[in-house]
């Protein structure tokens, strides 16, 4: 299946550090870790300074760190890739579509969240 996003919002970050295209961010620039609230999913790789776009409402394109099922409720992992959200950590997104193993790209619909 065809991965594939339909952003509501894309804001410009500058980042602070190292991040991956398809991975959580957080509001403060940095590829997101475990359990960590985030601004939204990068769509290109950059370096800290640099300024990508960030998905922050609507469906996004991530990297999945993890197997889940469509429907899954996901959080980021300590690389900002997607799995499955189980007791703790911030809900950051919805699974539209699963994924059969770690690096797949997915579509997932994209919760607003506060940790």
């Known amino acids: 299946m065809s991965a594939q996003s339909v952003a509501i919002l894309t804001l410009t970050s500058v980042l602070t550090g190292t991040v991956s295209a398809g991975r959580f961010v957080t509001p403060a620039g940095a590829q997101a870790g475990a359990d960590a609230n985030t601004l939204g999913v990068s769509r290109s790789s950059g370096v800290s300074g640099n300024a990508v776009p960030v998905d922050v409402a609507g469906t996004a394109t991530i990297e999945a760190g993890a197997a889940f099922a469509a429907g899954a409720t996901l959080k980021s992992d300590s690389s900002g ?9 911030a809900k950051v997104a919805l699974a539209l579509q699963a994924a059969g193993a770690a ?13």
């Open 81 to 89: 890739r997607a799995i499955t959200w189980v007791t703790s950590g």
């Open 103 to 115: 690096g797949q790209l997915v579509e997932v619909l994209l919760i607003q969240n506060v940790a």
